[in-house]
């Protein structure tokens, strides 16, 4: 396979053609965590075309190995065909991993790489952020989603966690598609609408917090969101925002209020673990399979899920309508169990 574009076409593709949600797969392992569970990889990433999904993260930073990682991609690309995009997770621990990765992707064809900054990255100064980014980007074809974030620690630079004038130079790389916009807590939306301002001319510019979203298609016409843990939500996430994007904004926000209990549940145990600089993924996990994906545990080093989690993460589902498993014991083992 090869890219559906070429370099020159990115930015035009991204506005003609990136409209809806782009939600997350988490790798599945064995029981032993000797491999992937290909089958229960294959469940996972169906199951995100049929809810409604624009496409889907393959996530790294879940335990595997960059040449297990490449095989998850691979798995991913064969189940599903052209319609549903597949992002790749430009998060590893060198450059020339994520470079690996990159080529990895581009050959497999698809759509995009959602950037991360390396560990052994530490800038002096916004230029050192734009000249590593500019390297991924003349090395690869691939549409790059740049990700502005409090995660890499760039807050030394700029009050702002990630420097606006990084972002506004990075914007007019021939590959740069989108900005996934979520520093300057609490001021998230403010920095939107600065580099929006700045250079939403140039690139798609958006906040993926699905509780923001209405919000900011109404004021600014976001027209893609990603990526993040909607499928926590099932599909009541890209439902909205296809609703909301064809005028039905009542119908849109009758079922964007219909999982308050549930975004409350999560936004409350998200606060249990704020500042650790990592996503409770096996938590995501335990989310998505009370919506009917496989769950199962993820390698070590991960954030263990407690009992009183599930239990609060669970209430809030079930308060929302969601139907779900009678009780917890078919989660560790998963829907695929291999």
Aim: charged content about 20%.
């Amino acid at each position: 396979m090869t890219l559906p574009y070429q370099r020159h076409e990115i930015k035009d593709r991204a506005r003609a053609e990136w409209r809806g949600a782009c939600n997350v797969t988490l790798p599945s392992f064995t029981a032993d965590f000797s491999g992937l569970n290909e089958a229960a990889i294959r469940h996972d990433v169906k199951l995100a075309a049929e809810m409604g999904f624009w496409g889907t993260l393959v996530a790294s930073e879940c335990g595997t190995t960059v040449d297990e990682y490449i095989r998850f991609m691979e798995v991913a690309a064969d189940t599903v065909d052209d319609s549903f995009k597949l992002v790749a997770h430009l998060s590893f621990s060198t450059t020339e991993e994520t470079l690996r990765v990159a080529d990895a992707a581009r050959a497999l064809g698809l759509e995009a790489g959602l950037l991360a900054y390396p560990p052994n990255l530490v800038p002096k100064a916004p230029s050192d952020v734009v000249d590593w980014t500019r390297e991924i980007a003349d090395h690869s074809d691939l549409a790059l989603i740049l990700f502005s974030v409090v995660t890499w620690g760039f807050r030394s630079m700029s009050p702002a966690s990630f420097p606006h004038d990084a972002l506004v130079e990075m914007a007019d790389l021939e590959t740069a598609a989108a900005i996934k916009y979520e520093a300057n807590p609490p001021g998230i939306v403010t920095g939107v609408a600065d580099i929006l301002r700045r250079c939403g001319d140039r690139i798609l510019v958006q906040c993926p917090m699905e509780h923001t979203v209405p919000a900011l298609v109404e004021w600014f016409g976001m027209q893609w969101i990603g990526t993040s843990g909607y499928e926590s939500f099932g599909n009541r996430v890209p439902s909205w925002f296809r609703l909301l994007h064809e005028g039905k904004w009542d119908e849109a926000m009758e079922l964007y209020w219909s999982y308050q209990p549930a975004r409350e549940a999560k936004g409350a145990w998200s606060q249990s673990w704020a500042g650790s600089n990592l996503i409770h993924r096996v938590g995501w996990k335990y989310l998505g399979w009370l919506q009917g994906y496989n769950g199962g545990l993820l390698r070590m080093p991960q954030m263990r899920l407690h009992a009183s989690q599930m239990k609060m993460l669970r209430a809030g589902i079930e308060a929302s309508g969601f139907p779900v498993p009678s009780d917890d014991s078919g989660f560790y083992d998963g829907r695929n169990p291999l």
